[in-house]
């Protein structure tokens, strides 16, 4: 089984920067990819962000040129920096990591962008 605990989370203002974390453990034989999706009140998940084994990444048109995927192989945890802050960014933000037999999610962080 493995585990995902986000972090990084909370309220910033509008133009601002935050860094959530995501650290995987338990048994994890092989990654494909780790990522983020979020969540905004009445909308469906989207992806936000997504970093493969070969260190490709993909983001969403709505996050290109601010939000930053990142991964440190030797602690299983992947990283996203958030630049340049709005308020449509607003969501439950939720890692998600992909091996071969299965998905995998954790319990989700809340970010909030307001004034």
């Known amino acids: 089984q493995v585990q995902l605990v986000e972090s990084g989370g909370g309220l910033v203002q509008p133009g601002g920067s935050l860094r959530l974390s995501c650290a995987a453990s338990?048994?994890?034989?092989?990654?494909?990819?780790m990522g983020w999706y979020r969540q905004a009140p009445g909308k469906e998940r989207q992806l936000v962000a997504r970093i493969f084994s070969t260190g490709g990444t993909i983001y969403a048109d709505s996050v290109k040129e601010r939000f930053t995927i990142s991964r440190d192989n030797a602690k299983n945890t992947v990283y996203l920096q958030m630049n340049a802050l709005k308020p449509e960014d607003t969501a439950v933000y939720y890692c998600h990591l992909i091996s071969p037999l299965r998905d995998y999610w954790g319990q989700g962080t809340q970010v909030t962008v307001s004034s």
């Open positions: 338990g048994s994890i034989f092989t990654v494909k990819a």
